[in-house]
């Protein structure tokens, strides 16, 4: 016998025995794989300027221990509670959102979207996701056990929610954060039975908004460029094309089965910019070639898989409704940064969920699978 939230469970029902190792397993692989590509992308032009070629490499590694401990922290406590907690998680990261806008934080490029904290950086966007999820996933399921039904103001109630801590996080300025929250509410919202037209409704809302944060000036001119490389590449300036054009090279120059690990000449001779972070995909497609490619997709979808599994076996809406949104979270980021790397979508700076480099980024995912252990190893509890 053991307890479990104050009641006794048998020991043939406690959550350890329900753990799903496939989704352990695609966890640490996709970690590993990461790393792998990380010490590829860096350690040439690390060592060129006199530094410690694995530098970044043990960093993301350090991040990885610590996002083990933080995914067996998360999975061993009750995901139902976070519903007690869920608005002052909530309000707690959209005060982050906006502290990160004052002299606190810190910029660069251009963009203040970081806490500089003992030579780390913290990023509030990526606890704003997973805040995000839980605050939807509370409101979408007292919803449902008080009406059952999900009219159009309750899906703009919901819009409302996801709406302020992604207008902060666009005005960073940060558009691909402010595309995932915008797609972990549209997830959620299939999930919890929106209708059709409401979505339509929302849908055209969002493009209204769209046209007067373009007449307002809010959408910034390099981002612009960006869309109009993806769109009419003839009428633009070389300098927007260049992140594209080398990542299809890198990822045209790796084949079949790649140049081998380390030896891609794209990759040690930097041509492509950002490639340990935002470009990362195209370390793979160079030295790994078209098999490797989709065996990270393969690896992808399993986790897309589990995680759809989960919400659907979860016990109560609450667990289905944080399991979809945590998928909609890791489905949006694959699209989006491996679309920008071949070409089919325009670069945003949307990191590939395990695998890029980032301690925030990693430490968010790792909450996220722990989420998704939880939820499924209490579903008969």
């Known amino acids: 016998m053991d307890l479990v939230a104050g009641r006794v469970v048998p020991a043939e029902r406690r959550p350890i025995r329900h753990l799903d190792p496939v989704l352990v397993l695609v966890s640490v692989a996709l970690v590993s794989v990461g790393l792998l590509l990380i010490y590829s992308a860096t350690h040439r032009s690390l060592a060129a300027i006199g530094e410690d070629p694995g530098f970044y490499l043990k960093r993301q590694a350090t991040f990885a221990a610590l996002g083990v401990v933080l995914a067996l922290l998360v999975a061993s406590v009750d995901y139902r509670f976070l519903k007690v907690y869920a608005g002052m998680i909530y309000l707690g990261a959209v005060v982050l959102l906006v502290l990160v806008r004052t002299p606190l934080g810190t910029a660069v490029k251009g963009s203040q979207r970081w806490f500089e904290l003992f030579g780390f950086q913290l990023t509030p966007s990526e606890v704003a996701k997973i805040a995000l999820i839980v605050m939807l996933a509370t409101f979408l399921s007292e919803l449902r056990r008080s009406t059952g039904e999900l009219a159009l103001p309750h899906v703009y109630s919901a819009t409302a929610i996801a709406g302020l801590p992604a207008l902060l996080v666009f005005l960073q300025p940060d558009l691909g954060t402010s595309i995932v929250l915008a797609s972990i509410l549209v997830g959620m919202l299939v999930v919890a039975g929106a209708r059709g037209r409401h979505l339509a409704v929302l849908g055209l809302t969002g493009l209204v908004l769209v046209v007067a944060a373009l007449q307002t000036g809010l959408v910034r001119e390099y981002q612009l460029e960006r869309v109009r490389a993806l769109f009419d590449p003839a009428n633009v300036d070389a300098s927007a094309l260049w992140n594209r054009q080398q990542a299809e090279i890198a990822i045209g120059s790796g084949g079949l089965t790649g140049l081998g690990y380390l030896r891609g000449s794209q990759t040690n001779l930097d041509f492509v910019p950002e490639q340990h972070t935002d470009f ?102």
Do not use: C
């Open 280 to 381: 990362i995909f195209t370390v793979a497609g160079e030295e790994f070639g078209f098999v490797g490619s989709v065996t990270l997709l393969l690896l992808f979808a399993l986790l897309l898989w589990r995680a759809l599994r989960i919400s659907a076996l979860a016990k109560d809406p609450f667990g289905t409704y944080v399991a979809a949104g945590i998928a909609s979270m890791f489905a949006i980021q694959m699209f989006v940064n491996i679309g920008m790397t071949i070409g089919i979508m325009p670069i945003t700076g949307i990191t590939l969920p395990f695998i890029s480099y980032g301690g925030s980024s990693l430490l968010t995912n790792a909450v996220a699978v722990g989420l998704l252990l939880n939820i499924h190893m209490r579903r008969f509890i």
